[in-house]
């Protein structure tokens, strides 16, 4: 039973555009959520977190907006460069497992198109 | 040194081979992870070290063994495989607390592309 969920196995977006990519999650003791990006050949990159205890984190062009009554994240990329064409994971953590164990989705491909 | 180093990148094996797989960090991260990842599914937990010491082992089979000979060093011993075990190893390290785990994500390998035949 997945906890964490992306819905949309995959996302288009010309380029300068905004890219939204969602997350839902089942677990309400999730403390953390983070956004990671892979590309192809290349292990996950970590992108930008937030905490439960707020509701928007900002890093560049890149917001996580999070809606804990929803149990709903998502990432913003405003704007869209080609170069950010990879797959998203959305990850979840509690602040009860140990070292920050985290659980994924199964990632969005985000394609942006010049 | 900012990385997570995997070898070999690929890997091809027979079901009655022992392999193994290696994964290096100079970080000075306290905490090392093994996770599995097939095509299109989200990375798998398999196992965490903390302070060179099991700490979760997700019920993992034991043709598959973890190792940590030091703080920069983890390994995964494998033997007599099944095709289904075919899949992309990913190894990660993180500081060794939650806060900062959270906070600064994991560091990830590129992974060990494995093909057991």
């Known amino acids: 039973d997945q906890q964490v969920k992306q819905n949309s196995p995959s996302l288009s977006v010309q380029e300068g555009r905004i890219s939204i990519l969602n997350c839902d999650y089942t677990?309400?003791?999730?403390?953390?959520f983070l956004w990671y990006k892979k590309y192809p050949a290349e292990g996950p990159t970590f992108l930008i977190s937030?905490?439960?205890?707020?509701d928007k984190n900002e890093d560049g062009r890149f917001t996580v907006f999070l809606n804990k009554s929803a149990k709903h994240l998502s990432l913003h990329i405003v704007p869209s460069q080609p170069g950010d064409s990879a797959v998203y994971f959305c990850?979840?953590?509690?602040?009860?497992?140990?070292?920050?164990?985290?659980?994924f989705g199964r990632g969005t491909q985000l394609t942006v198109w010049p | 040194d900012t990385e997570v180093t995997q070898t070999p990148k690929h890997l091809v094996m027979g079901m009655t081979n022992k392999k193994s797989l290696k994964c290096e960090q100079h970080?000075?991260?306290?905490?090392m992870y093994w996770y599995k990842q097939k095509a299109k599914k989200p990375p798998e937990l398999m196992f965490v070290?903390?302070?060179?010491?099991?700490?979760i082992n997700e019920s993992v089979p034991s043709r598959f063994s973890p190792e940590c000979p030091n703080s920069s060093l983890l390994n995964l011993h494998l033997h007599a495989l099944q095709p289904e075990d075919s899949a992309l190893y990913l190894c990660?390290?993180?500081?060794?607390?939650?806060?900062?785990?959270?906070?600064?994500?994991?560091?990830f390998g590129s992974g060990t592309r494995l093909t057991v035949v």
């Open positions: 990660a390290s993180s500081q060794g607390f939650w806060f900062d785990s959270v906070n600064y994500g994991y560091t």
């Open positions: 677990n309400s003791m999730f403390d953390y």
């Open positions: 937030i905490s439960s205890i707020k």
């Open positions: 070290y903390s302070y060179e010491k099991l700490s």
């Open positions: 990850a979840a953590s509690d602040r009860g497992s140990t070292l920050g164990r985290l659980y």
């Open positions: 970080m000075g991260h306290r905490a």
